[in-house]
């Protein structure tokens, strides 16, 4: 099993500019997981999906941020324009139907945003 | 919502020596505490968890306790090597249908 694969592992981009992070989940893992890891804040999670539908929003920090998981294989993570202070490792975590505590990181994208 | 408090946030112990993180969880609801390992610039990765029908759960140097009436549990490494050498995190998935970390702990072996 190849794990949870997440493209890019590293992206420098420009304030201003749009994002997208993408993220492969473990085959047959049905919910997927998005967290933002920084010195200040710790692992914070963004959203999560059970069967490609959204459960849990509530800690995407604002308008600027949105996620889609249009089929079981694939989710992505936007961010519309980026800020500076977006700058973060972002990880992608999946789980197997019934034991969806039990998670399992891809190895994130560094994003850096100048 | 649950609130996971994790100490210390840092620990430095001498190779060989046991050391012993402790974590402390608010919603009596949560019923399953993994425990992820990050070594530096990698991905957490679960390296063994707890159910709340369990008290202790061992798997050869590292074991975890839990105690719900307290709400809290711990993870204990006996005989550290330097390469035990990480950030190590707690976590609780609890009634709001999410995992909850701890804020870390920095551990240290030295030689």
């Known amino acids: 099993d190849a794990g949870v694969i997440q493209s890019p592992r590293h992206e420098v981009t420009e304030m201003g500019q749009e994002v997208t992070l993408r993220c492969k989940p473990i085959?047959?893992?049905?919910?997927l997981f998005w967290y933002r890891q920084t010195m200040m804040r710790g692992l914070e999670l963004l959203i999560y999906f059970n069967n490609n539908v959204p459960i849990d929003d509530s800690g995407m920090p604002e308008d600027r941020f949105s996620a889609k998981m249009p089929n079981a294989s694939f989710s992505t993570l936007k961010i519309q324009p980026s800020e500076p202070r977006d700058s973060a490792v972002y990880f992608c975590?999946?789980?197997?139907?019934?034991?969806?505590?039990?998670?399992?990181f891809g190895p994130g994208t560094r994003l850096t945003v100048t | 919502g649950e609130n996971v408090e994790q100490h210390p946030s840092t620990l430095s112990v001498q190779e060989g020596d046991s050391a012993v993180i402790k974590c402390t969880y608010s919603?009596?609801?949560?019923?399953?505490f993994p425990w992820y390992k990050q070594e530096l610039g990698k991905r957490p990765q679960l390296i063994i968890d707890i159910r709340s029908n369990v008290g202790e759960k061992k798997d050869q140097r590292i074991a975890v306790t839990l105690n719900k009436t307290a709400k809290h549990f711990s993870l204990h490494i006996t005989e550290t090597q330097p390469e035990d050498s990480a950030v190590y995190f707690c976590?609780?998935?609890?009634?709001?249908?999410?995992?909850?970390f701890g804020t870390g702990t920095q551990l240290k072996v030295e030689l």
């Open positions: 975590a999946s789980s197997y139907p019934s034991r969806p505590g039990e998670q399992y």
């Open positions: 919603d009596s609801a949560s019923n399953y």
């Open positions: 085959s047959g893992h049905d919910y």
């Open positions: 976590a609780a998935w609890g009634g709001g249908n999410k995992l909850t």
